[in-house]
């Protein structure tokens, strides 16, 4: 078993910088986003833990296994055997090869690329564990998913250390009809102002199942997003139990206790604010954010210098445009009189500074899933002291 690896943390298309900005953070070793924008580090077991239980805006925490040049199937085949399976596949472990990827490659055909890559394996660890040829290695232990992917004839095989996705935290018991990654939401939370200073007020005010205010208050908390939940790698023999235990002892002492928040999540739909709050309850925070039913368009505030964020219906979700048109009209005109806050609206639609009424001061182009969206960002004014 190896003591360092190469790993690979995923993320959706256009926040890998804010990946690589969080692994700094945390004190990992050698990141790197290579061309094709992919996220790498480096560290032993240790990372492998510390990287799933701390990561907000990653998909995935994968291992390296290898990377080469294949043109042919009969490239692939050897070269796929030429890596050292058997240092991460203990005898008896299942090894699926769940994904095989093929972009711009002269293997195009992915089934087969899955096929001819278990195949080189199965061989592989049929020669290390000296099983006669025909004989099947029992498949019955720990899962060891495997994937490959080809861009440009490079191959790139890799070991999914996480399982479930990381934006299953674990905590969202139940969700409207559009749900926002938790990863996501994490991730457009970092790309607000509000974690620079978090003793603003937070609002949003189409909170749905409270999926912006609960990771806002995790960030600020310095809650570690995957401490209550399982990884794959935590089941693999080689895995000490110990690390991931360690770990998460670290985690739950690395909590602030310090911080007051003001945090409010509003929704007109009662049905919505009730499972906000039992999600908010299931992350441990039902008495740090207060939910309450409530009209984006009774929404006032004499405070100064907070932050609105808001994933409001887009026209998908509510099947009416001239709903959501109005709906955008009369956010704007509720947010107009609290000039020093800063807002940040997430929404599909490309019309929407017009329906607003004021140009953002940025955007940023963003992927919910594979719907594209923009985060429609209006700065505050400074408030003079």
């Given at each position: 078993?190896?003591?360092?690896?190469?790993?690979?943390?995923?993320?959706?298309?256009?926040?890998?910088?804010?990946?690589?900005?969080?692994?700094?953070?945390?004190?990992?070793?050698?990141?790197?986003?290579?061309?094709?924008?992919?996220?790498?580090?480096?560290?032993?077991?240790?990372?492998?833990?510390?990287?799933?239980?701390?990561?907000?805006?990653?998909?995935?925490?994968?291992?390296?296994?290898?990377?080469?040049?294949?043109?042919?199937?009969?490239?692939?085949?050897?070269?796929?055997?030429?890596?050292?399976?058997?240092?991460?596949?203990?005898?008896?472990?299942?090894?699926?090869?769940?994904?095989?990827?093929?972009?711009?490659?002269?293997?195009?055909?992915?089934?087969?690329?899955?096929?001819?890559?278990?195949?080189?394996?199965?061989?592989?660890?049929?020669?290390?564990?000296?099983?006669?040829?025909?004989?099947?290695?029992?498949?019955?232990?720990?899962?060891?998913?495997?994937?490959?992917?080809?861009?440009?004839?490079?191959?790139?095989?890799?070991?999914?250390?996480?399982?479930?996705?990381?934006?299953?935290?674990?905590?969202?018991?139940?969700?409207?009809?559009?749900?926002?990654?938790?990863?996501?939401?994490?991730?457009?939370?970092?790309?607000?102002?509000?974690?620079?200073?978090?003793?603003?007020?937070?609002?949003?005010?189409?909170?749905?199942?409270?999926?912006f205010t609960i990771e806002a208050t995790m960030a600020?908390?310095?809650?570690?997003?995957?401490?209550?939940?399982?990884?794959?790698?935590?089941?693999?023999?080689?895995?000490?139990?110990?690390?991931?235990?360690?770990?998460?002892?670290?985690?739950?002492?690395?909590?602030?206790?310090?911080?007051?928040?003001?945090?409010?999540?509003?929704?007109?739909?009662?049905?919505?604010?009730?499972?906000?709050?039992?999600?908010?309850?299931?992350?441990?925070?039902?008495?740090?954010?207060?939910?309450?039913?409530?009209?984006?368009?009774?929404?006032k505030s004499e405070a100064l210098d907070g932050v609105?964020?808001?994933?409001?219906?887009?026209?998908?979700?509510?099947?009416?445009?001239?709903?959501?048109?109005?709906?955008?009209?009369?956010?704007?005109?509720?947010?107009?009189?609290?000039?020093?806050?800063?807002?940040?609206?997430?929404?599909?639609?490309?019309?929407?500074?017009?329906?607003?009424?004021?140009?953002?001061?940025?955007?940023?182009?963003?992927?919910?899933?594979?719907?594209?969206?923009?985060?429609?960002?209006?700065?505050?004014?400074?408030?003079?002291?």
């Amino acid at each position: 078993m190896k003591k360092q690896f190469k790993l690979n943390a995923t993320a959706a298309a256009g926040i890998e910088s804010l990946v690589a900005r969080e692994l700094k953070d945390l004190d990992f070793e050698n990141v790197q986003i290579d061309d094709r924008s992919r996220v790498f580090f480096e560290g032993g077991l240790d990372s492998i833990a510390k990287a799933n239980l701390w990561l907000r805006t990653a998909d995935r925490v994968k291992i390296v296994v290898g990377e080469f040049k294949a043109k042919s199937f009969e490239e692939l085949f050897d070269k796929v055997y030429a890596l050292d399976w058997e240092e991460y596949i203990p005898f008896g472990s299942a090894f699926p090869v769940s994904k095989a990827k093929a972009i711009k490659s002269t293997l195009h055909n992915e089934p087969s690329v899955q096929s001819i890559t278990k195949k080189a394996i199965v061989k592989k660890l049929q020669t290390q564990y000296h099983r006669p040829e025909g004989v099947p290695i029992p498949e019955n232990g720990p899962v060891f998913s495997i994937e490959i992917a080809l861009y440009k004839d490079v191959a790139t095989l890799y070991i999914d250390t996480t399982g479930d996705s990381l934006f299953k935290r674990g905590y969202r018991q139940e969700k409207g009809e559009a749900p926002l990654k938790e990863n996501m939401a994490a991730a457009i939370i970092k790309m607000t102002n509000w974690l620079a200073n978090p003793k603003r007020p937070l609002v949003d005010p189409t909170c749905g199942s409270g999926t912006f205010t609960i990771e806002a208050t995790m960030a600020a908390l310095n809650m570690a997003p995957g401490l209550h939940r399982k990884f794959a790698a935590e089941s693999w023999p080689w895995m000490d139990e110990a690390v991931f235990n360690q770990a998460r002892n670290e985690a739950r002492a690395a909590k602030r206790e310090d911080l007051e928040l003001d945090v409010q999540g509003f929704d007109i739909d009662g049905k919505m604010v009730a499972i906000a709050k039992s999600n908010a309850f299931a992350a441990g925070l039902g008495d740090v954010i207060k939910y309450k039913q409530m009209r984006l368009q009774d929404f006032k505030s004499e405070a100064l210098d907070g932050v609105i964020i808001s994933n409001p219906p887009y026209g998908e979700r509510m099947g009416d445009e001239e709903a959501v048109i109005q709906l955008y009209k009369e956010m704007g005109e509720t947010f107009a009189p609290i000039e020093t806050w800063s807002k940040y609206i997430l929404t599909s639609d490309l019309q929407f500074e017009g329906h607003y009424g004021q140009k953002a001061t940025k955007k940023r182009k963003l992927y919910n899933g594979t719907l594209r969206t923009d985060l429609y960002m209006y700065f505050g004014k400074r408030i003079k002291h």
